[in-house]
């Protein structure tokens, strides 16, 4: 069975301060996905990243950077230079195989104050 | 890009009245769609897969004759809560899988605003 872990229940930072998410999954497939969604409290669900399982590149976009790292089945997330819009709660994710049924971590709320 | 939308996004009814929420894929077609619940707080749960022209397939402990799904086209499916009850207050979220397929074989997923439902 597959079950992605979100250690951190809840962050709060100051703005301008890196902050890094923690996302641990468990698959017993070769092929999978992981996303990263971001939910503020409107509470639609913005994507983030789609990564497969056999691309461990790092990838970095403006502020954001993820680390995937297969040896310790984790895929964290780092928010660099933190702003106040950036306080939502971030869900983790895992599909096995495509990646239309997901299972989602059980989110880190990060706030992030002026 | 490929947009999901949820229909209405806010619903208050009073207790034993049935409430249907749409799902639309606006310019793509879907043949998959899913059903997510998330109580406050909480993360997202799968509730069920919406496959157009069948059955859904509802995960183990959600009630079937209690939510209702229906995927009569490619690009609509809808949840029924019938005789909603205070317990069924939740946000429900939808997601379809569509667009082109990249290098992987897979497409895009995409998920709707949310519905939420308050149940007096």
């Known amino acids: 069975a597959q079950k992605v872990t979100q250690a951190q229940t809840e962050i709060s930072v100051v703005e301008k301060e890196d902050v890094t998410l923690d996302c641990v999954y468990e698959t017993r497939d070769t092929t999978y996905y992981l996303f990263w969604y971001k939910q503020p409290p409107s509470g639609e669900l913005v994507f983030l990243i789609r990564?497969?399982?056999?691309?461990?590149q790092n990838e970095i976009s403006g502020r954001y950077s993820w680390n995937f790292q297969k040896s310790t089945s984790s895929f964290n997330f780092t928010i660099t230079a933190s702003q106040v819009v950036d306080s939502a709660v971030y869900f983790c994710?895992?599909?096995?195989?495509?990646?239309?049924?997901?299972?989602f971590g059980k989110g880190t709320m990060l706030l992030v104050s002026p | 890009g490929a947009v999901v939308s949820q229909h209405p996004s806010r619903v208050i009814c009073k207790s034993g009245t049935s409430v249907k929420i749409e799902c639309r894929s606006l310019?793509?077609?879907?043949?998959?769609m899913f059903w997510y619940r998330q109580f406050p707080k909480k993360s997202l749960m799968l509730m069920a897969t919406s496959n157009e022209g069948s059955k859904a397939t509802y995960e183990q402990g959600v009630e079937k004759d209690k939510f209702l799904i229906n995927h009569a086209s490619l690009t609509l499916s809808t949840l029924t809560v019938t005789s909603a009850h205070p317990e069924d207050s939740s946000f429900y979220i939808c997601?379809?899988?569509?667009?082109?397929?990249?290098?992987?074989?897979?497409?895009?997923?995409?998920f709707g605003e949310g519905s939420r439902l308050t149940v007096l």
């Open positions: 990564r497969n399982s056999f691309d461990e």
């Open positions: 997601s379809a899988a569509g667009g082109a397929r990249g290098p992987e074989g897979a497409g895009e997923l995409f």
């Open positions: 994710a895992l599909s096995e195989g495509g990646y239309s049924t997901l299972t």
């Open positions: 310019d793509f077609q879907a043949t998959t």
